[in-house]
């Protein structure tokens, strides 16, 4: 019942999103202030397909992030329902887990994804290097034995994404670099990235967003948007896998996603952030 387009994406939503550079890195990822936070989106349809059959879309997803002296951690919880014209209803409960050293050498996963309470998918693994950027291989334990090579001048997540928002306050208007999240067996990706310095929200699309921030503790920041393509490398495609634009703080907090699955686009909105006590590195 749901796209392929929609069961790949959903696994990287935030890996992140979120979504993060080591070997070329003029300035070390560490070095950007990325917020501890946890915060929580309503996800609602933006737009859908005639084809597609869906009419309605609806859910929340619960991201966390912290950082400590040796490395990153998130976790990310989905739970969404898509509802069809034909009267039916599929709900998708998504969770993912990750730790990510700050050299650059380690990285560890898991995922887990249940449809209509029956688990479809789970993942685990880790990488291990010698250098950062090094080429390597990213073992998983489930499924047992499973392998996937890493190109050289790969980057995990938090590095990806720290190293992207770098680039945007440096001017820079397109980014490209391949990025491992074990958040699906189709990594690694190559994300080509657009900046702007418009998000797609009017003003009063916005304001609550920019509430919540407040509510939160955080004071006012320019925000970028960030249009990310993603693309399989071993795909012979030359249409991305999906597609997804992000409106980011210099901190790393997002307000605003908007998923673009192929057969429909949702809406990630901010509803409540909470700031995490630094670890005093």
């Known amino acids: 019942m749901t796209s392929p387009h929609f069961r790949r994406s959903l696994r990287v939503v935030f890996g992140f999103v979120a979504m993060a550079l080591v070997a070329c890195a003029s300035t070390p990822a560490s070095a950007i ?3 501890s936070h946890r915060a929580i989106y309503g996800m609602k349809l933006h737009a859908a397909h005639s084809g597609s059959g869906i009419t309605g879309a609806r859910g929340r997803m619960v991201y966390s992030f912290r950082g400590a002296c040796e490395g990153w951690s998130s976790e990310t919880s ?3 329902q898509l509802l069809y014209s034909e009267g039916d209803q599929v709900d998708t409960e998504w969770a993912f887990a990750s730790w990510e050293a700050r050299d650059g050498k380690s990285y560890q996963f898991s995922t887990r994804q249940v449809r209509n309470g029956q688990l479809v998918e ?5 990488v291990e290097r010698k250098a950062p950027g090094d080429a390597a ?3 998983f334990t489930d499924p047992e034995d499973k392998e996937i090579e890493l190109p050289k001048g790969t980057l995990f997540p938090t590095e990806h994404l720290a190293d992207l928002l770098k680039a ?3 001017g820079r208007k397109i980014y490209s670099r ?3 999240d074990g958040a699906s067996l189709e990594n690694p990706h190559r994300i080509n990235a657009v900046v702007s310095q418009r998000s797609p929200l009017s003003e009063g699309q916005a304001a609550p967003l920019e509430k919540a921030i407040k509510a939160g503790g955080l004071k006012d920041a320019p925000i970028q948007h960030y249009r ?3 693309f399989g490398l071993r795909s012979v495609k ?3 896998d999906f597609e997804l634009g992000v409106d980011y703080r210099p901190d790393g907090v997002s307000r605003f996603i908007r998923q673009d699955f192929g057969d429909f686009v949702v809406d990630l909105t901010l509803e409540k952030i909470e700031l995490f006590k630094n670890s005093g590195c």
């Open 33 to 35: 202030d990325m917020a």
């Open 78 to 80: 989905v739970k969404l």
């Open 122 to 126: 789970s993942l685990k693994g880790s």
């Open 137 to 139: 291989e990213a073992k």
């Open 168 to 170: 945007g306050a440096a």
């Open 178 to 180: 391949v990025v491992f």
């Open 228 to 230: 990310m393509a993603f």
């Open 238 to 240: 030359e249409q991305p």
